[in-house]
């Protein structure tokens, strides 16, 4: 009889991703198991004169790790997406600054402040579910994100606001 | 509206574009089943027993779709320390783990984990056109894969990943790494697959018609007859809910109506009035049940009933004419838990699979059928049922080598006491 598996493939067990001038690393591991109560490890490195010093760890609130990890030179850390698709998070963007201090905001925000529908995201997607362009620093602060035909430009130093 | 300082192309997006609207095809008739028997891992202590992400919800709405209820069974438990983790279905799919004795009731596993290929996580595994499915529980609650359920039990209603139209990110069949979850789509093709499946069986259906031009002094005014439906089910629970046509039973001659007839029944067939309790049936009242006893209002069977019934706006008039009532609700449960809910037309004739009715299913799993606790032998033979898989107590060759060398090996020890 035959049958059929539902599974995805993970991500590394440890990410590594260095600021453009190495003064920073941050290190993502990845739990063996995938349980309600295991979550990754994110730690930023920085790095002064030859010396490394852990700047911040934390357990991330989300299951398995971030799609997307991108850390400035001035050691803010921004992930984007979860590695596990989902119609809705909590933690489509995450910025870390350098306190350890996590902002975060919905995916359904994210549609919304980018003007993008959903459904149009999720036909351009390639990259998760609704990335259609992988997310780069164009300065030194700002990363751009491709999402449903639109260009996102995201503030690393942008605060959460109410409009 | 919390958000970040995000920019689009050159120019700062103060923008909200409403979600698109999800695609859920409400409002499909009801009129076919299936019966799911969830089957929970426990060590061999009982204790530390696997999450059982049952998902019922979003299982019942995504196959509401085609028009199935899903009616989950109590939830019952296997202790068994060594299929906490396993590798896959054919690994807890033995004989004496719970399934159920009835051959078209799909069993589903929960266990702890899955054992995956390295960098990979499993969720689920189930038979393909086949009875049986696995469930990785701590996968599923931790990352909130609410469609998990829905994908393996689709896998046992015959479809795949690649074809019935799988394969866009909300098609609850797509693969997991190109699937959003929880997804909630079904393509045409796939209802008309899981509507053909051997595990989909036809819903009961109990009709009731309005009969005459009054209901004063009747005995036969609601007439119920249970039409058509698999054998074994029996009607539970008939309920009237005369409120959406702001009337009331008037079954004396005190206020709110002065002049009223009680209760009379008439037209028992295959059923007693001994089978039944009336509930809820007093004067001024809007709603009314009858309890009838698991078993006895079966297909084929028959009875009607009377009452006084006014208008709030027309009290002691002639009583209120069946198009009058229209809008009234009857509600029909059964006793594998299958709830349906019905509006009252202007043909005066509804069921409980009225296609041009409300039809909702609420189930509120009783039981169905005898279960099969861990450990014992179904009644019948080593072979449960005919066509489910990996339930046969004839040992692979390996076993079978292993088996014999056992005994060899325990009859040599015997000789050396």
Known sequence: MA?????????????????????????VQRPEKIAPDIFPIATL??????????????????????RYILVADDGVVLFVDEWIRKRQTDYALMIIDQLGKVKSTTLGAVFDMAGAARDEALKSSRFGGWISTEPKFITANEVLLGIGGKDLLIDLHGDISSD | MASF????????????????????VYGVPIDQFMLINPIQICDDNGANCASSPLSIQKTQEIYEQAGVASIFLPTQSINDSSLLTVNGITDVNLLGNGQSSNANTLNVWFVDSLNSAPNTTLFGQAYINGNGAVINSDAV???????????????????????????????????????????????????????????????????????????????????????TGPAGISLTKFTIDLAPANAFFD????????????????????????????????????????????????????????????????????????????????????DIGLSLETVLDSDLVTGSLDPSQLNSFFGSPISFGPQVSAGQLPPGSTNLVAGTPVLTSVPTPGTLTLFVFGIMLAFSRKSKV
């Open chain 1, 45 to 66: 490195f920085r790095y002064v004169e030859g010396k490394k010093e852990i700047v911040w760890s934390l357990d991330l609130p989300i299951h398995v790790g971030p």
């Open chain 2, 5 to 24: 300082k995000i920019f689009t192309g050159r120019k700062l997006i103060f923008c909200s574009v409403l979600w698109a609207a999800t695609n859920y």
């Open chain 1, 3 to 27: 049958y059929s598996s539902d599974s995805i493939l993970l991500p590394d067990k440890q990410r590594c991703v260095w600021s453009k001038d190495r003064n920073f690393k941050v290190l």
């Open chain 2, 251 to 334: 079954t004396t001659n005190d206020a709110p109506g002065n002049s009223g007839s009680g209760l009379r029944t008439s037209g028992f067939t295959g059923v007693s009035l001994a089978d039944m309790v009336f509930n809820g049936m007093t004067n001024g009242s809007q709603s009314m049940s009858i309890d009838i006893a698991p078993g006895k209002f079966t297909v084929g069977d028959s009875f009607a009933f009377g009452s006084d019934i006014d208008l709030f706006s027309a009290i002691d008039r002639y009583g209120a004419t069946p198009s009058e009532l229209v809008g009234i609700k009857f509600g029909f449960e059964f």
């Open chain 2, 141 to 227: 609650t931790a990352t909130g894969r609410s469609d998990t359920v829905a994908h393996e039990i689709g896998h046992n209603l015959g479809l795949g990943h690649s074809n019935f139209g799988a394969g866009d990110a909300d098609n609850v069949l797509t693969t997991g790494s190109n699937r959003d979850a929880p997804a909630d789509q079904l393509t045409q093709a796939q209802i008309d697959q899981i509507r053909a499946s051997r595990f989909t069986n036809d819903a009961p259906e109990v009709t009731v018609d309005l009969r005459g031009s009054t209901p004063f002094n009747t005995d036969d005014f609601f007439d119920i007859s249970f039409d």
